[in-house]
């Protein structure tokens, strides 16, 4: 992921440093291009603190030495300093503020698309060990969060290292006793106070980020399930989980504030202490006369001015502690393993005509658990269509997604035109190889736009094309803003048909040689499952097509029908063929006869072997 010149992964395994500090030594390692200006804000930043403590000091020895009424040339070189440091003081800080935020969203970016691609190799089977609304919170709260490394806790401590050590230097040359009091309040501040507050907040800050992810995966599944809530009745006790999440946040961060408070106090009373204590060795040191007696403002007031760099160290430590609990989480997703792994060298896709081939295919989720292919056999050639059926959990999608490249098989072979798929780029193949799924995705745009993810350099009369493929021109035309309505989230402003007929109409737009259709009907009526199964096979064309659906009805035009049961293959033949074996496929059919009444009951029955 770029980050000014360097490409960094956040996945990649050299820098993944062992041990608690390790998360933070991966961000660090994203923002090393930035590093430069990361120094520069830093500098500015320090410019900054050192103009308003110049300002403090000027400004008391001006006061102090215009009480005595002197000529007016022998102030005019501190009314100068005093402008001088007013006006650079806010330049500096606000080019502080402009250098900072870029390095930290320069960082920002090149993480984002670290994860994004990260979570591109995982999907679709990785994504399960992450819930929903937990992986939203990391996507964005957690990598958001990690920012705050760059802007408030690397530069409050560089800053107060390199201003504290001058001011100290200041107050010593004036008058000595008084640079070490200063020294000694600024390092108990800048040391003691911080750690403290780090040990206190080190396991609240670790719970927080676990806790908003929580609360963040309670309230999504509220907002996606909540007719689903509804209608079972479950919706109160979703809603209680959902406030029991936000209690406990709630409590986490009133204990955060009472951490930071008592950082704060503790640091106001160093700094009490340190202007008392310089105040009264000052009047002693005037009395005695081994301080000039217009220096004594500037002693007393610049330890104030001086506090201000270690005033914000304790809230830097639980800020440490924040940032280290959410890279954690951040990186727990980027360490997470690919179902599928990339050749390290892949080969280059064969040539068309493509050709998919299924030798003893043999596939599972687990090591020690069962086959969930175990065996199969197929052939997918340009223009051929077969069909997959079987009941629920004979394999027919964990086909798919092999064939997908969304899980790895264990046996067998799979080949594009003679080439193992586990050589090829996944990205490449996926080119080649398409699919609609159940439950594919319609975006919260227009009509148009869902269809130019298939082909952005698509005109207008391709997706008049596709569109009239699946019997959806006359209505998008009918529309008030044809292809420019509106569909809106998951397509909710369109029926469940039109929705899976815009998938197929994007599918055919992309053109793929080899076409997997995983239950393009499922969760429709049966009339409009008819249908789409209807256009399917009439759009297919050239197109090698493999058919996988718990509908038989429309199957007697396909090449060949697997019928998968536990994985393994137990018929195949053509539709009349496997009919008039009266084996498995002749049972679904006449069941699914019978209960949709496409056959009477007299006909049905007679395929009742």
């Not at 933070?24 to 804000?41: K, N, V």
């Not at 400004?59 to 000529?71: F, K």
């Not at 986490?252 to 105040?279: K, P, V, Y």
Request: aromatic content about 4%; charged content about 20%.
């Amino acid at each position: 992921m770029a980050l000014a010149v360097r490409t960094v992964d956040a996945g990649d395994p050299s820098e993944q440093a062992a041990g608690p500090r390790a998360p933070l030594a991966r961000t660090l390692a994203l923002a090393r291009p930035a590093a430069g200006r990361l120094a520069l804000a830093t500098l500015l930043g320090a410019g900054a603190l050192a103009a308003g403590i110049g300002l403090i000091a000027t400004s008391a020895w001006l006061i102090s030495r215009a009480s005595q009424h002197p000529q007016e040339s022998a102030l005019a070189l501190a009314i100068v300093a005093v402008q001088f440091f007013g006006l650079s003081r806010g330049l500096c800080r606000y080019c502080e503020r402009l250098v900072g935020h870029d390095a930290a969203f320069r960082l920002l970016a090149a993480l984002r698309v670290s994860v994004y691609r990260r979570l591109e190799s995982l999907a679709p089977a990785g994504l399960p060990a992450f819930r929903g609304g937990d992986l939203l919170a990391r996507l964005v709260d957690d990598v958001d969060a990690l920012q705050d490394l760059l802007l408030r806790v690397i530069p409050p401590f560089a800053i107060a290292a390199l201003v504290g050590g001058a001011s100290v230097t200041l107050v010593w040359l004036m008058l000595p006793t008084a640079g070490l009091i200063l020294l000694a309040a600024l390092m108990l501040a800048a040391t003691l106070v911080p750690w403290l507050t780090g040990g206190l907040a080190r396991r609240r800050e670790s719970r927080q980020a676990a806790a908003r992810g929580a609360l963040t995966a309670c309230v999504v599944d509220l907002l996606e399930g909540a007719p689903e809530l509804a209608v079972n009745g479950a919706l109160d006790a979703q809603l209680e989980r959902a406030l029991r999440a936000d209690e406990q946040l709630t409590r986490i961060a009133l204990a955060s504030a009472r951490t930071a408070g008592t950082g704060q106090g503790l640091t106001t009373l160093l700094c009490g202490l340190a202007m008392w204590g310089s105040l009264l060795v000052g009047v002693s040191a005037v009395r005695s006369g081994a301080l000039a007696g217009v220096l004594l403002a500037v002693i007393a007031l610049v330890p104030l001015a001086a506090f201000e760099l270690v005033t914000g160290l304790p809230v830097a430590t639980q800020t440490l502690e924040r940032v280290r609990a959410s890279a954690a989480r951040v990186f727990e997703v980027c360490d997470a393993p690919a179902p599928v792994l990339e050749p390290p060298h892949p080969a280059p896709v064969p040539p068309p005509p493509y050709s998919l081939q299924v030798r003893g295919l043999r596939a599972g989720y687990s090591p020690d658990g069962p086959w969930a292919l175990d065996g199969v056999d197929l052939e997918l050639a340009p223009g051929r269509l077969v069909a997959v059926v079987g009941p629920s959990g004979a394999g027919k999608s964990t086909l798919a997604e092999v064939l997908l490249r969304f899980l790895p098989y264990q046996g067998g072979s799979v080949t594009l035109g003679g080439v193992e798929i586990a050589e090829l780029d996944g990205d490449h193949y996926r080119r080649v190889v398409g699919t609609v799924a159940q439950d594919a995705h319609i975006f919260d745009t227009t009509l148009r736009e869902n269809l130019l993810l298939a082909r952005r350099s698509a005109s207008a009369g391709e997706l008049d094309a596709a569109l009239e493929q699946v019997r959806l021109l006359d209505w998008a035309q009918a529309l008030p803003h044809a292809l420019q309505t509106e569909v809106g989230e998951y397509g909710t402003r369109i029926s469940g048909g039109q929705r899976q007929r815009l998938a197929i109409a994007r599918a055919l737009l992309a053109d793929f040689p080899i076409l997997i259709l995983d239950e393009p009907a499922e969760h429709l009526d049966t009339a409009t499952a008819d249908a789409i199964v209807a256009d399917l096979i009439d759009a297919g064309g050239g197109v090698a097509t493999l058919m996988i659906t718990h509908r038989l009805r429309g199957l007697e035009v396909a090449d060949e029908v697997l019928v998968l049961d536990r994985g393994r293959v137990l018929e195949r033949g053509g539709h009349a063929e496997l009919l008039a074996a009266g084996g498995r496929y002749a049972e679904m059919w006449r069941r699914e006869a019978a209960a949709d009444g496409w056959l009477g009951a007299d006909d049905a029955s007679a395929y009742a072997y």
